[in-house]
């Protein structure tokens, strides 16, 4: 049969993209149901945020020869190194990867709607940070690639929904604690005065005097990561929220080492103990409802008194 020359070059234009984009489909399993470290679902408002696995980057296969994007670069294997199974539809949805030392590692990602999304460097260091806006339910295929042929790096995945990436440990927040924590939530009693605001609060920052400490661990009450430090037993500060907003941000400023230790309206744990390269806490809660939340500045010390000042903040300039 002759072919006409439109018919003979459709024909040499469907093979040259054949060429190009079959190695990449071929070689990265991609909606498959087997991974290297493991598989998640997850449902919007999971807890605990961040969720993280540990995993080890690298492969065979150079990612930057298959031309799925311009930052993805590095050597992967075959099936994805983790799989997550996203239930609903998340508003903002970031993964990142903190490694062991100094390796210089890489994200590759397959989204829900198949899309291509990679990073190499983030904030100024050579740890990757991918954030999807309005992510989609559905499947996520997700791969730690080794910037350089032949290296095994160590590190932690993590996946938020919260304002956090690689190297600031702004905060952990963990499901109601299952039994008594020895921590008096919703009451009515705190060492250091009850506070009401709302959202377009004035003046912002709002302060309040403190003096961390107790007697009670809080690192043995299993309440979640960087819950940590001595407290009472009664909250240093109540704040009653009436709603709104998209970022309550509390922090304290003190001449020791203290942690923020916080029991939010719907009864969930928010910690941290260090944030913004220092030993001042820091937490981050996004879209924060109405009600109650209870705080605690501990004393990362038993026998420590630190006086010092809590902030409450919607502004993302504020910190420690």
């Not at 559905?138 to 590190?155: E, K, L, N, P, R």
């Not at 709302?198 to 043995?220: E, H, K, N, Y």
Request: charged share 15%.
């Amino acid at each position: 049969m002759r072919m006409t020359r439109a018919a003979l070059a459709a024909t040499v234009l469907a093979v040259v993209l054949v060429t190009l984009v079959s190695p990449a489909r071929a070689q990265l399993q991609i909606g498959g149901s087997q991974s290297n470290f493991g598989r998640a679902s997850l449902s919007p408002g999971f807890v605990p945020d961040p969720h993280n696995v540990a995993i080890t980057s690298g492969g065979n296969i150079d990612a930057r020869a298959m031309r799925l994007g311009r930052r993805c670069v590095g050597s992967v294997t075959r099936q994805p190194d983790f799989i997550l199974d996203l239930t609903g539809r998340s508003r903002r949805l970031r993964f990142f990867f903190d490694a062991q030392g100094n390796g210089d590692t890489s994200l590759i990602i397959n989204d829900s709607r198949s899309r291509w999304r990679c990073n190499d460097d983030s904030r100024r260091s050579v740890n990757p940070e991918v954030t999807i806006r309005n992510a989609r339910a559905g499947q996520y295929d997700v791969w730690v690639g080794s910037y350089s042929a032949g290296q095994s790096i160590q590190g932690t995945l993590s996946i938020t929904e919260l304002d956090l990436h690689p190297g600031a440990a702004v905060a952990s927040v963990a499901a109601p604690a299952a039994t008594g924590s020895q921590l008096a939530t919703g009451g009515s009693s705190s060492n250091f005065g009850r506070r009401s605001l709302r959202a377009g609060f004035t003046p912002d920052p709002a302060t309040l005097a403190v003096t961390s400490g107790g007697s009670l661990d809080v690192s043995r009450m299993g309440l979640g990561s960087g819950c940590v430090g001595f407290a009472t037993a009664q909250p240093d500060v109540i704040l009653n929220w009436s709603g709104g907003g998209s970022l309550l941000r509390l922090y304290f400023a003190g001449s020791g080492d203290t942690a923020l230790v916080i029991n939010d309206a719907r009864g969930r744990w928010y910690c941290n103990d260090d944030s913004n390269g220092g030993t001042n806490p820091m937490v981050d809660i996004p879209n924060p409802g109405a009600g109650q939340y209870d705080i605690w500045v501990t004393s990362y010390r038993a026998g420590e008194s630190i006086r010092g000042t809590l902030h409450a903040t919607e502004l993302r300039g504020n910190h420690p």
